[in-house]
């Protein structure tokens, strides 16, 4: 009975449920799976640029929710800072609206980060301020401040060192203050000759509305670094 229960209550935590009010549905949770490829090419020791794909599917990870190219400069500040500026092309799958399909979205960001260690965890803490908004539409950007605390925890003998995180968002376009957590357990496989490998898992909970969203995330990334070698 009790092996049962314990499978019904995972089961109900990867199954979408919506909630239903003059006709209109709500999706209040879902699995989502994200993957993404990135290219990171650092020119020296402070300046490094990226490029970066990802696909996200939705609704039980059956359908496209959106997939992007994002475009990042890094430049290291010394002393554990570092500052980093990016844009984001979005083409975003709309299921839910009057007009339905692909649209196209432009998001910019720009982050300043803070990074160290105690004895065998590494900590880095983000501050990201980020606008985005539809293209062709005459509309008031999103403006959001999100704020993250990552750490990684170095095991001996181990590969895949685990890391925890949590990020929470400050919505300032109609000062609707913190509307959105994520939590993220994750780990990562490095090898020399052919990059990097990560797999996470994330819970993403909204916290306004009148059917706050809870969705879970299974992710899948891969990075490749190429460093200028000077002769």
Request: one cysteine or more.
């Amino acid at each position: 009975m009790k092996r049962l229960v314990l499978q019904l209550i995972i089961c109900l935590s990867f199954i979408e449920i919506t909630a239903a009010q003059e006709g209109t549905y709500y999706t209040i949770r879902d699995l989502e799976v994200w993957s993404s490829a990135k290219f990171k090419y650092k020119m020296n020791k402070k300046w490094s640029i990226g490029l970066e794909e990802q696909l996200r599917l939705k609704d039980n990870a059956s359908v496209v929710d959106q997939y992007f190219t994002e475009l990042e400069l890094k430049r290291d500040l010394g002393n554990h800072f570092s500052l980093a500026a990016g844009g984001r092309f979005i083409r975003d799958n709309d299921t839910r609206g009057n007009i339905q399909g692909f649209e196209n979205h432009f998001r910019w960001y720009t982050d300043l980060a803070f990074d160290h260690k105690i004895e065998r965890f590494s900590l880095q803490y983000r501050l990201r301020y980020q606008a985005s908004n539809e293209l062709k539409v005459e509309d008031i950007s999103k403006k959001t401040l999100r704020f993250k605390v990552e750490s990684e925890y170095n095991i001996k003998h181990w590969a895949f060192d685990p890391k925890l995180g949590v990020e929470i968002f400050n919505g300032l376009t109609d000062l609707e203050g913190f509307n959105k957590v994520r939590f993220n357990l994750g780990t990562e496989y490095k090898t020399k000759k052919f990059g990097e490998f990560g797999a996470f898992y994330r819970m993403e909970i909204e916290l306004k509305g009148l059917y706050p969203k809870t969705t879970n995330i299974a992710g899948f990334s891969y990075q490749y670094t190429l460093k200028n070698k000077k002769k």
